[in-house]
């Protein structure tokens, strides 16, 4: 099991439930040291202090605020742990609502939380049925590493679950990177569903969602061990630029059928034909007006766009 990170308890209302904060994930890429490349010797990071220019153990070292320039407060553990906040202490839920109205970019890292002893086995039964037969998740809060955090709790099998969730203010706001104005037909809008269709899957499971990238480090660095050449490194393909939009389309279904050996027969998509109506419907309108009015139509001043 992996180690316990933090001890501490959820408070519902006037429920308190001891926990246990457990890592939920685990991290199995391939990690490498910095050496020294003429003799490969391990180069290490030490701490040294600025003013005594040596060395110093970890039992020398503590917390600081620098609030002016060389004006530092020590901030010992001790102080941390006795914030004045409820949430020093424990995770404390603020209130309940349906998991697709938080936006995914706001939910971070996991961990388990295990209940504490056999007198946390009852309140944590109860919190694990009441929000799984809700279909609702806890939003709660908590102080870890010096400041006070905003967190997500779910059930996962018959388990707490809790991540880490962004404050809203820093998520910074994407309208900067919004695209030119474009349009998008609707035939092109029902060619993309048709490949998500043709993409579509049941679970995270096969060879699509395995680690390529540690397995082919690995063979690298046993041929190196080996002093055996090193694998091919097959070519890259290389971005061809879209053309036309529903026949990249159509190629795009017929590959991800042809890959699940599903019929790789695809009809051809329906072309561009609001764009062709709607170039007729302008064509019919033009002739229909009188030129005078056509005229003073082109003449006329744009409205400013809103921002």
Same mark, same amino acid.
């Given at each position: 099991m992996p180690r316990t990170i933090w001890n501490g308890a959820i408070s519902f209302g006037l429920v308190t439930v001891p926990i246990h904060v457990l890592g939920a994930t685990e991290n199995h890429s391939?990690?490498?040291?910095?050496?020294?490349?003429?003799? *490969?010797?391990? #180069?290490?990071?030490?701490?040294?202090?600025?003013?005594?220019?040596?060395? &110093?153990? %970890?039992?020398? /070292?503590?917390?600081?605020?620098?609030?002016a320039r060389?004006? &530092?407060?020590? /901030?010992?553990?001790?102080? @941390?742990?006795?914030?004045?906040?409820?949430?020093?202490?424990? /995770?404390?839920?603020s209130g309940f609502l349906p998991l697709e109205s938080i936006d995914p970019i706001r939910i971070g890292e996991g961990y388990y939380l295990a209940p504490d002893g056999q007198v946390a086995a009852k309140p944590y039964k109860l919190l694990v049925k009441a929000l799984g037969?809700?279909?609702?998740?806890?939003?709660?809060?908590? !102080?870890?590493?010096? $400041?006070?955090?905003?967190?997500? &709790?779910?059930v996962r099998g018959d388990?707490?679950?809790?991540?880490? *969730? $962004?404050?809203?203010?820093? /998520?910074?706001?994407?309208?900067?990177?919004?695209?030119?104005? #474009?349009? &998008?037909?609707?035939e092109?809008?029902?060619? !993309? @569903? !048709?490949? *998500?269709?043709?993409?579509?899957?049941?679970?995270l499971e096969g060879e699509e969602f395995r680690d390529t990238y540690t397995d082919a480090l690995a063979e690298i660095i046993e041929a190196k061990r080996e002093d055996k050449p090193l694998p091919d490194a097959p070519e890259p393909e290389a971005p061809g630029q879209v053309l036309d939009l529903m026949a990249a389309l159509a190629e795009s279904v017929s590959k991800a059928k042809a890959s699940r050996g599903e019929d790789a027969d695809v009809h051809e998509l329906p072309r561009k034909k609001t764009a062709?109506?709607?170039?007729?419907?302008?064509?019919?309108?033009?002739?229909? %007006?009188?030129?005078?009015?056509?005229?003073?139509?082109?003449?006329?001043?744009? $409205?400013p766009r809103s921002a």
């Open positions: 391939i990690q490498f040291h910095q050496y020294h490349l003429k003799d *490969m010797g391990r #180069v290490r990071v030490r701490k040294v202090c600025e003013l005594e220019d040596r060395e &110093v153990t %970890q039992s020398e /070292i503590g917390k600081g605020y620098e609030y060389d004006q &530092v407060v020590a /901030i010992t553990d001790e102080d @941390l742990t006795s914030l004045p906040l409820p949430t020093a202490k424990a /995770i404390e839920i037969r809700s279909s609702k998740v806890a939003v709660a809060r908590y !102080a870890w590493s010096g $400041r006070e955090r905003l967190g997500l &709790v779910r388990v707490l679950v809790l991540h880490a *969730m $962004r404050w809203p203010d820093e /998520i910074r706001s994407p309208q900067e990177l919004l695209p030119p104005p #474009v349009e &998008v037909t609707d092109e809008i029902e060619g !993309a @569903l !048709a490949l *998500m269709e043709s993409m579509s899957r049941d679970d062709a109506k709607k170039q007729a419907s302008a064509k019919a309108a033009t002739r229909k %007006q009188p030129a005078k009015k056509t005229a003073s139509k082109k003449t006329a001043g744009r $409205r």
